[in-house]
């Protein structure tokens, strides 16, 4: 756990690093919220004197409220979400290391993820090698990985591959599971950037591909050796009354979002984020076995003490 927890230390200070040079500002965004970004079904309800608050399940509607004002932001903080998952891969309360970018489209916003997690796996594997030959994971193989290209696919071609090459027919309109991921990323040994997934199986505020409506302008991307997504991130829709539409399907109240909504109200500007979940990063780079190891005190549905 000594050697883990050094390791994660120079990520999270790399990663700072890695903004600073990028002249990114840090933004940092409340816990407390009154609204969902990822799905009502995973808040964690607090009471907050005589309202009712959720604890935040990102930072990103706030921070695409600093995107007008500072342009390029970035910050990490403890994100929650009540999953009701006994996974290796879940968490309750996990880390999440987010940006938001003015100006930047779903291309520029994954090959910027691409290069903060290379710049990122480099130092550890730099500046952490006893630590990783501890663990038995070989730095010189970090730096390979950090020095060899990551494709990007759309999500069409990764249902292909899995109908092609692993007898799995995934219908189009249906998310990408951790089973279907795990046998996608058997055909890669480094980081894939999968784009476009279906519109419909998307949060409210990624929007439609002009080109082909039925896709998102979104990005998930997953890594090798069975540890599935560690980045998730979008362009942002502009347009508020298909935005309500989708909020209305979930059951939303849309007041909850007029705040959001404003920053739309005389115009806007393109823009794009991501998040990476730090101890998933963790979990691959140090080849754990159980994301529960990569922080701690891990918070999930059966542990909450000490």
Known sequence: MTAILKIRSTYVQARDE?????????????????????GGSTLFEVKFYQEKLFLAQTWQLYAEAAVFALGKVYNMSPTFRAEKSRTSRHLSEFWMAEVEAAWYNLYDISELAKEELKYCIKKVAEQNPEELKLLERDPEELIKITETEWPTIKYREALKILKEKCNLDVPFGKDLRTIEEEKLMEHFDVPVVVTNYPKEVMAFYKPKDPQNPDEALCFDMLAPDGNGEIVGGSQRSTDIEEMKVALEKEGED???YSWYFDLRKYGSVPHSGYGIGVERIIKWICKLDNIKDAIPFPRNMERFSP
Request: proline letters at 8%; charged letters at 25%; one cysteine or more.
């Open 18 to 38: 890695f903004f600073k040079n990028k002249k990114f500002y840090r933004f940092d965004a409340p816990i407390l919220q009154p609204n969902q970004c990822e």
């Open 254 to 256: 849309i007041s909850n």
